[in-house]
Each structure stands twice: as structure tokens, then as C-alpha cells.
């Protein structure tokens, strides 16, 4: 590898610099700056909440084992097979997609999970995930998405069958579709 040499700067060259650089005047104190090595970052923060998450569930209202209890959606197309549902219900079918509905309002949870729904079936893929959330910050009126998806499944004719998922899938705060062929 061969060493490189130095540039050579002409004496115009540094006149013109000069001139359009104008007067300069050296930094007082021009001894060089050794930097120091900084410390690692160190997440303060997320460790005080982590800190805090045993002594919170300690103390929180809600109790996990009615979050879970909540009411589970079920649905069959009649003249299926009740074993169709009972194999949706299992986990039998592999699920292609999922749409998170949480933070949506009713009227854009609707067109969400109508357009979700028809992109799905013209993509061939017939086990989906809908999760609408359990309803917990739903004051009175109770789960309103949850009750809003189990309507709109209810009417669409491409919908063969439907159930709350798995505790692992979200349990009966999302629902598995099953879609009819294209």
C-alpha cells in the first residue's frame, strides 16, 4: 500500500484563502482538549418503573382474574359444522393478520375493520384477529368496540364463524374471524 504524501499548497492558493477567510486571530489558550470518555447512559427512569409495578398491582382495583372473565364472543353461520367454531375456538387455524382497534372511535373502528376485513379476503387470507380491548375505560356503557365488532361481524356475509381469542391472543378482549373464499 503506497503512503500518501501531503498536499502541496501553492502560495497563490493561500493568498486567495486569505482573502476569503479575511483576518484571523488564534484562540487564547490553545492547548489541546483531551476528551473525556462519558458514561454509559444509564435508564433511570425506566427502572424506577419497573420498581414500582409490583407494589402497584399490589394496590390496584382491578383485580386480573375478572379482567379475563369477561363476556366471550362466539358466532356460526347456520348450516356449518358446530365443529368449525369448536376448531376456531382451539386455535386450529393459523392467523394471517391482526388490526388493533384500541384508541379508535366507533364511527373509524367501523371503516377500519370493514376495509380490514375486505383487503384480508381479497388477499386469500381467511383467519384474521380483530382486537377491540376489553372495555375497561369504558365507564358505564361497557365495551363499546367490543360490542360494535360483534355487530358488524354479525351482518357481513363473508363471515363464516367468529370467537374471543385464546388468553395468549388477547383473550376476550380480540376475536378470530373466519372468512369465506373470495
Do not use: W
Not at 83 to 98: C, N, P, T, Y
Amino acid at each position: 500500500m503506497a503512503r500518501q504524501q501531503k498536499p502541496v499548497i501553492s502560495d497563490d492558493d493561500l493568498r486567495l484563502f486569505a482573502q476569503a477567510v479575511g483576518p484571523v486571530r488564534p484562540i487564547a489558550g490553545g492547548e489541546r482538549v483531551i476528551a473525556r470518555r462519558r458514561p454509559a447512559p444509564e435508564p433511570k427512569q425506566s427502572q424506577l418503573d419497573e420498581a414500582r409495578v409490583s407494589t402497584e398491582l399490589l394496590r390496584s382495583a382491578i383485580d386480573p382474574g375478572v379482567i379475563e372473565v369477561g363476556e366471550e364472543l362466539s358466532y356460526l353461520k347456520s348450516g356449518l359444522s358446530p365443529r368449525l367454531l369448536q376448531k376456531l375456538k382451539r386455535g386450529h387455524f393459523s392467523i394471517a393478520d391482526e388490526i388493533d382497534l384500541h384508541q379508535m372511535t366507533a364511527a373509524v373502528a367501523r371503516t377500519a375493520v370493514k376495509q380490514f376485513l375486505d383487503a384480508n379476503r381479497r388477499a386469500d387470507r381467511l383467519c384474521v384477529k380483530i382486537i377491540h380491548g376489553k372495555g375497561l375505560r369504558s365507564r358505564a356503557e361497557g365495551p363499546v368496540l367490543k360490542r360494535l365488532v360483534d355487530g358488524l361481524l354479525r351482518q357481513r356475509g363473508d363471515v363464516l364463524a367468529f370467537a374471543s381469542a385464546k388468553p395468549a391472543d388477547g383473550g376476550t378482549g380480540a376475536v378470530i374471524v373466519l372468512l369465506r373464499h373470495a
